[in-house]
């Protein structure tokens, strides 16, 4: 495990501090946590990126076609 440094505005300490205690985790365990699910969120954008790549429109129209047309649930309308 590594240790970093980090130097944070007053005011986001102040926060992350409220909520790792409203939570009742450390700071550290509020951070780590955090900086995890950023990583999660860019590798899959990055993933899905990828995959688009290679995706093909004719394919896709295919598959939504087969999608039964039906109303909305009340509060899904566009």
Known sequence: MSALNLRLPDSIHRHIREIAREDGVSINL????AVS???SALT???????RAKNARKGAFKKVLDRVPRRRPLPGDEL
């Open 30 to 33: 509020f951070i780590t946590s």
């Open 37 to 39: 699910e950023k990583i």
């Open 44 to 50: 899959t954008e990055k993933y899905i990126e990828a």
